[in-house]
């Protein structure tokens, strides 16, 4: 088995020994020492092969390592394989994913321990993480699209983890179904695809696009149908509305998969397959128009949410609008750059916030904390040095990267504007104002929470507040490493218009300008007390409720998509199609059978000359026939 | 009409009112005359062949006949005898256990 | 001559009998008419030649079987519904069953044609070479008549058990 293979499968190995021997239905016979260590443990040793793979690739000079596993299928003529590929890219994804993963596992160690279904949660983390690592790995968008429906399933199973209550349980329902109406656009490109090339591996369609006679398939539709894919599974406008309620999964779910990985898959599909973006300037018009309109639509959510955990969801989906922008104008390399710093601290904020959740014993409503800074000291400063590095503070590793992306979408040869920077800026000024806003409210100022749980306050275990040092010390330093440059052979760097060369540096400027004002507006706003904000909430208490309320989008769609399909469901096929005419159908030939058999049944009349007068007709027949043919 | 078509007339006459006259009549007793005279009708019929022909196998079994038709009338009439013992009447159109 | 005029007579006789069974309401009239029709048969046989069977045909017929269902009718009840109404539901169907019967019978039947080789001969029915074949050649239907007779006693016995156990 080669390196790549058995890099996929040591997970998929952990979840079949966790999910047969550590569920509650096996009564978990070994205990919870052998389900951490399989379950730890098998990620960390596909995260110390991982980075022998990337030495590897090192050395041999940047040529991609494949491997086929086994053939799926030969079917008149064209052959599917399940085949890996590594290259640059794959390594910087293999490695986030294994790396952050297997740190997320010894997390989850602490925050999971007093739950009774300590097995399946781990077993279906290792499920999760061998869906994506066959997503990265894959070499053909066949692999790649097992891997994507395989972490919706993940996704699916993780969130609804707690599904005795029925809201978290709907939540997981909601996750999976939006997954599945991108994954309908997904399916279309891929055919679109085959049928163009007759094969599905990335690197010979990239190849093939890139070459000189473009092909004869429109880039633009493939684009677009494989964006609507990205755009399911990576949470942006219209299919944004499953992220928030994903928040009802355990936090470090939150953490892996909302944040770091999965969510990033969409974005990764884009990058792998940019030679199709690079021939198809209205998809990738498209791509830059929506992320920019997740981004600026989701912080001004942001601003008004009082759940800690939904605060940051809404900000990934603005980070992931970021990253859309930077692949609409070109700049794949720098997309990937902010997926990757994105990784460290937006994991970290969300453990972060696991860490105060555990500390004051389930609660995560922040307009119910204040004061914490004191009592968990770890946690806060973590999250502080995360939420420096996500506003964007200088050299920090947002900052590199969010700086790039504002710069590009000013200046980029393929799609830059003026106005698109623009929006990027505000949102953010507006990042940077909500996560500062954020950390007030929860770990400083005065304190607002109740007796009981003040005194409850503890910090989290060595399991938690390590992997929360490490992942704050990645997002701190994580920017000097110049990933664009090292990806630059598999994706392209972007070009900036000369004539704006100039404006660079001022750029940054505005850039860090943008972070201390929202650094500022926070402190203006919510310390001590929160007094000034207290008293400016009425003013804006109608935009405050619009915006609490995420717009209005979720009963928007259930009044103009959930009603008129429950509707035709239920009076359309339910009650005409399966009752009158299936079961009328069915019920119509039973009753004709009885009503036929009562007919029948009239002959058994009990009478004994009826029966004889009967015998008499029959006698009478043959007679009859015998004379006519005798 | 020469004499064997007239008695096989009068058989098949006998026969058809014997048969109509199990159908028709309500009363058990009259039904088993009925049947009785359909007995007679085939041995008529039987003895008008039976003398076409040479060997004695015809008066043979005109002879059986009439054991089969005494014995059964010795058996039927106890068995009608029970029956309306039960149903205290002798109306066919009492006895309709068979229903159903 | 004066023998076809009496066959037609005794024709007639026979089937006057038969329909006063289906029309007379007394079940001892329809009897009586059913002996009147066993008389005629009789005649007719003895008319024939076969005086054999004519003479079987009054010993067993009328002398027994007539005999004994004249018993039962006078031992029994009469006056019920039966003789209220005398006919059943199934009037007007039996009666044209029963008429199509008798048509199609006789078109098949008489259709056949005078085929008959000989005129009616006595010489099958004699008694002595009679007696001798039913004997010789055809003994086996003898014993199983008697057996069918033995039958018949037994059933009868039983019935007569049951009648006693249920008087009892």
Redesign the interface.
């Known amino acids: 088995m080669g390196i790549l293979t058995l890099i996929v499968v040591l997970p998929l190995a952990g979840f079949v020994v966790n999910g047969l021997l550590a569920t509650r239905v096996a009564a978990n016979p070994l205990g919870k020492g052998f389900v951490t260590t399989v379950a730890c443990g098998l990620p960390i040793v596909s995260f110390a092969l991982a980075v022998k793979c990337f030495v590897d690739l090192l050395a041999a000079g940047g040529t991609a390592i494949v491997e086929t596993a086994f053939v799926w299928t030969q079917v008149a003529g064209s052959r599917f394989d399940i085949a890996f590929y590594f290259d640059r890219l794959t390594a910087v994804m293999v490695l986030i994913v294994t790396g952050v993963g297997s740190l997320i596992h010894v997390y989850s160690t602490g925050y999971m321990k007093e739950d009774a279904s300590y097995g399946r949660y781990f077993a279906y983390l290792n499920l999760f993480l061998f869906f994506m690592l066959m997503l990265v790995l894959g070499r053909s968008l066949l692999v790649l699209f097992v891997g994507w429906e395989g972490v919706g399933l993940a996704s699916y199973l993780l969130i609804g983890f707690w599904f005795e209550d029925a809201d978290k349980a709907a939540a997981g329902k909601k996750a999976f179904i939006t997954n599945r109406i991108g994954d309908a656009g997904f399916l279309l490109g891929m055919f679109l695809l085959y049928f163009a090339f007759g094969t599905l591996d990335m690197d010979v369609i990239n190849a093939a696009f890139l070459a000189t006679p473009a092909p004869a398939v429109s880039a633009s539709v493939v684009g677009v149908l494989l964006f609507i894919g990205a755009s399911g599974k990576s949470a942006q406008i219209p299919l944004h509305v499953w992220l928030p309620d994903a928040m009802a999964g355990p936090t470090p779910v939150s953490a892996l998969i909302h944040a770091a990985t999965m969510v990033t898959a969409g974005v990764y599909l884009v990058a792998r397959m940019h030679g199709i973006y690079l021939h198809a300037p209205e998809a990738s018009a498209l791509i830059a128009g929506i992320g920019a309109a997740t981004a600026f639509f989701a912080a001004t959510i942001a601003v008004a949410q009082t759940d800690i955990k939904k605060v940051l969801a809404y900000s990934t989906l603005s980070q992931l609008g970021f990253m859309f922008v930077a692949l609409g104008v070109g700049a794949y390399g720098v997309a990937i750059f902010h997926l990757y710093t994105h990784a460290f601290f937006k994991a970290c904020l969300f453990l972060g916030a696991g860490s105060v959740i555990h500390a004051l014993g389930g609660k995560q409503d922040i307009m119910h904390m204040g004061g914490l800074a004191r009592r968990i000291p770890v946690t806060f400063v973590t999250f502080a040095i995360a939420t420096a590095a996500i506003a964007g503070f200088p050299y920090m590793s947002g900052f590199f990267s969010k700086d790039e992306i504002l710069w590009f979408a000013f200046a980029s040869e393929r799609g830059g504007s003026t106005a698109l920077y623009a929006v990027m800026a505000v949102t953010a000024l507006l990042t940077s104002f909500y996560m500062f806003r954020l950390l007030w409210l929860t770990f400083l100022g005065t304190s607002r929470m109740d007796h009981e749980t003040e005194h409850h306050v503890h910090e989290s275990p060595l399991s938690m507040t390590s992997v929360l040092a490490v992942l704050a010390v990645l997002s701190a330093v994580g920017g000097f490493l110049a990933l664009p440059h090292f990806l630059e052979p598999v994706l392209p760097l972007a070009k900036a218009r000369e004539s704006l060369h100039a404006l660079e540096k001022p750029l940054m400027y505005v850039a860090i300008s943008v972070f201390a004002l929202g650094l500022a507006g926070a402190w203006l706003f919510y310390r001590g007390n929160g007094a000034l904000a207290a008293r400016m909430a009425p003013s804006f208490a109608g935009l405050n409720k619009i915006l609490f309320n995420k717009y209005y989008i979720d009963e928007l769609y259930d009044r103009v998509l959930g009603r008129p399909l429950v509707w035709i469901s239920e009076r359309a096929f339910l009650g005409f199609g399966d009752r009158f005419l299936i079961d009328g159908t069915l019920n119509g030939l039973a009753r004709l059978a009885h009503s036929g058999a009562g007919v029948l049944a009239r002959v058994q009349t009990g009478n004994l000359q009826m029966y004889l007068w009967l015998v008499l007709i029959g006698s009478l027949a043959c007679l009859a026939w015998g004379l006519r043919y005798v | 009409m020469d004499k064997t078509q007239l008695l096989l007339a009068v058989s098949f006459g006998l026969f058809a009112i014997g048969l109509t006259g199990v159908v028709v009549r309500r009363n058990v007793l009259v039904m088993l005359m009925c049947m009785e005279l359909m007995l007679n009708a085939v041995n008529l019929a039987l003895v008008t062949f039976a003398q076409q022909g040479a060997s004695t196998i015809g008066a043979v079994l005109v002879f059986l006949i009439f054991v089969v038709a005494a014995s059964e009338i010795a058996i039927a009439i106890p068995i009608v005898l029970l029956l309306i013992r039960r149903g205290r009447t002798l109306d066919i159109g009492a006895y309709t256990v068979l229903k159903g | 001559m004066i023998e076809t005029a009496l ?2 007579l005794f ?1 007639a006789a ?2 006057a009998g ?2 006063l ?2 029309v007379l309401r007394h ?1 001892m009239r ?2 009586l008419a ?1 002996i009147a ?2 008389l005629s ?1 009789a005649a ?2 003895a008319l ?1 030649g ?1 005086h ?2 004519a003479v ?2 009054v010993l ?2 009328v002398g ?2 007539m005999v ?2 004249v018993y ?2 006078m031992l ?1 009840d ?1 006056r ?4 209220v ?7 007007v ?3 044209i ?6 048509v ?7 259709s056949g044609g ?1 085929a ?3 005129a ?2 006595t ?3 004699a008694l002595q ?2 007696a001798a ?2 004997l010789n ?2 003994w086996l ?1 003898f014993e199983l ?1 008697s057996v ?2 033995v ?2 006693v037994v ?2 016995l039983a ?2 058990k ?2 006693g156990d ?1 008087l009892g």
Do not use: N
């Not at chain 3, 109404?85 to 009037?91: A, C, D, H, Q, T």
């Open positions: 066959l037609y024709c026979s089937l038969g329909v069974m289906l079940p329809v009897a059913l029709t066993m048969l007719i046989y024939l076969v054999v069977i079987f045909q067993i017929y027994a079987v004994f269902m039962v009718i029994l009469v019920d519904r039966s003789f109404e005398r006919y059943s539901g199934m009037l169907p039996g009666v069953g029963g008429a199509v019967f008798a199609v019978l006789a078109l098949l039947g008489l005078a008959a080789p000989g009616p001969g010489a099958p029915f070479p009679f074949a039913f050649d055809y239907y008549t069918l007779l039958i018949a059933a009868a019935v007569i049951e009648r249920k």
